[in-house]
């Protein structure tokens, strides 16, 4: 039982799943104005990357 | 598509410009604490003439194109749509706008407002939805995406409340 339990304390993906929650949580602590610039930003730059692969995949099209 | 979406300057343009609105979606899921990349700006106008006729000279100043379907209608098109109370989907040229009105599942603006949040960008105060009036949206959604931000949003609600 105890080699069961071992074993799903160390299941990778439930591991990732705690770190994911606290780092959500931690997240949620922050005040919103910080959230909400990093938001913008991140949005900003996965615009810009989405763009850069489009236009790599359709040179000489805009 | 080519053109990248400047999320910050086109808050920064809207809250200028006087248009009261209360932003939604993404940029409201992200600044409640679960940030994850928005293709667009979703936001609930105040309904009123005055506003919304300051909103559609914004999006005509952005170069603004209502996308219907696959199609895009000149920027003549957006005061009919933004006028008649229905959903508009605007392409301008620093980012897609989801002008949401009339929609069943979003409250109206006057109740969004009562209860949004005032968060300060760059100085400018920027209206967020409330996290109840999110989670009641994201709740009556289908979407997967929906499905993912009500998990994370209900966690949030849960630290907020760990007596619920």
Not at chain 1, 18 to 47: G, Q
Not at chain 2, 5 to 34: C, K, Y
Not at chain 2, 52 to 78: F, N, P, Q, S, Y
Not at chain 2, 96 to 121: F, K, S, W
Request: proline share 5%; aromatic share 4%; glycine share 6%.
């Amino acid at each position: 039982m105890k080699k069961a339990k071992d074993k799903d304390s160390n299941d990778p993906w439930r591991l990732d799943e705690e770190v994911r929650r606290r780092r959500l949580l931690e997240d949620a602590r922050r005040p919103m104005a910080v959230n909400l610039a990093e938001t913008i930003a991140l949005s900003e730059f996965v615009s810009r990357f989405a763009g850069s692969a489009w236009q790599a995949k359709n040179p000489g099209e805009s | 598509m080519t053109d990248s979406l400047r999320l910050g300057e086109l808050v920064e343009r809207l809250v200028s410009a006087e248009i009261r609105f209360v932003a939604v979606g993404g940029l409201a899921v992200g600044a409640w604490g679960h940030v994850r990349a928005t293709k667009d700006l979703d936001l609930v106008p105040d309904p009123s003439k005055e506003n919304l006729e300051r909103l559609v000279t914004l999006l005509r100043d952005l170069d603004g194109k209502v996308e219907v379907g696959e199609g895009l209608l000149t920027g003549d098109a957006i005061p009919t749509f933004v006028k008649s109370g229905d959903r508009t989907l605007v392409l301008t040229s620093l980012g897609r706008v989801d002008v949401i009105q009339g929609h069943p599942q979003i409250p109206r603006y006057e109740e969004l407002e009562a209860a949004a949040a005032t968060v300060e960008i760059e100085g400018l105060p920027v209206r967020v939805c409330s996290l109840d009036h999110l989670l009641q949206m994201k709740r009556a959604s289908e979407r997967p995406r929906d499905r993912d931000d009500l998990e994370a949003l209900e966690a949030i609600r849960e630290s907020h409340n760990p007596e619920r």
